[in-house]
């Protein structure tokens, strides 16, 4: 076990983010899984991934995030990859968002992406390599008149990721995976209506999302601000 890069997967407990945290632990990476909420799911997950260490932070709090970061480095030394895949989506009239309704999808989408990829960067700096992933969403790439908030945070995360990739060259490497459709249940019926516009003619699955995370990981520091959809072509129309 010892001597494998480690990998923190934030929002890992479950759906796309323990599809990560699987794929990568089954490719020689040693993850760590982050939750928020979700304790028995995570534990479930870490198990699956060899016991892998746990940790727990609300990412809306800057301080929380600064404080799972220490005990990072306190328990696992050190911190080649970040995975920030924790995120808010809500179904919003754009005529009725208010200020909470807002600041409740920019904390964690925009903001603790931000804080999250400040205070991985400054453990990888450390030893001299790192890589970050940032899950975006094809939503930040086309906009979706009912979630304009979301569209603007996945935006948002796109820019960083591309702010940053220059801000921590060239040891660090930042990069985002943005999926299109990834259904975890047939029950949304306004999936099918995606599904049905996607040249694909398919949902994405949690792996295939994996798959695309696992890329930059493994890529060398000359792939850097880069955005690759996993939507089965949904971008494109
Ligand atoms: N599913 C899709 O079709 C789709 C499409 C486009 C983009 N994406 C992006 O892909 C990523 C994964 O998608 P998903 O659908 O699997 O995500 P999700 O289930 O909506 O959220 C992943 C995790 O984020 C964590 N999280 C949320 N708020 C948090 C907070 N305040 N503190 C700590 N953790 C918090 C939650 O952890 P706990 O449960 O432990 O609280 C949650 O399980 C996200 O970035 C999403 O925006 C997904």
New binding site residues.
């Given amino acids: 076990m010892e001597g494998k890069p480690i990998v923190l997967v ?2 890992a ?5 323990r599809a990560i945290a699987l794929v990568l632990h089954q490719s020689g990476y040693r993850v760590a899984i ?5 304790e028995k ?2 534990r479930a997950t870490a198990e699956e991934c060899g016991s892998a260490p746990i940790f727990q ?4 709090k800057v301080d929380e995030i600064k404080r799972m970061f220490r005990e990072v480095e306190q328990q696992l030394g050190s911190l080649y990859g970040l995975v920030n ?5 809500r179904r919003r009239d754009a005529f009725e968002i208010t200020e909470a309704d807002w600041d409740f999808i920019h904390s ?2 925009l903001k ?1 992406t931000f804080f999250c990829c400040q205070q991985g960067a400054l453990l990888m700096k450390k030893t001299g390599a790192g890589r970050i992933v940032n ?5 930040g790439i086309r906009p979706w008149d009912m979630y304009a908030h979301y569209c603007a945070s ?1 935006a948002g995360v796109i820019m960083l990721t591309r702010a940053l990739a220059k801000a921590f060259a060239p040891e660090i490497t930042v990069n985002s995976v ?7 249940s047939d029950q949304d019926p306004r999936a099918q209506e995606l599904i049905a516009a996607t040249p694909a003619k398919r949902s994405g699955t ?1 792996e295939e ?1 994996a798959d695309a995370v696992l890329y930059f990981l493994n890529a060398s520091n000359f792939v850097t601000g880069q955005v690759l959809a996993i939507d089965g072509g949904l971008s494109q129309r």
Avoid: C, M, Q, W
């Fill in positions: 934030t929002g407990a479950k759906r796309i983010g982050h939750y928020g909420t979700s799911d995570a932070a609300d990412l809306e895949n924790a995120a808010r989506f964690i989408n603790a899950l975006s969403s094809l939503g996945k943005a999926p299109g459709v990834i259904l975890a949690p999302i």
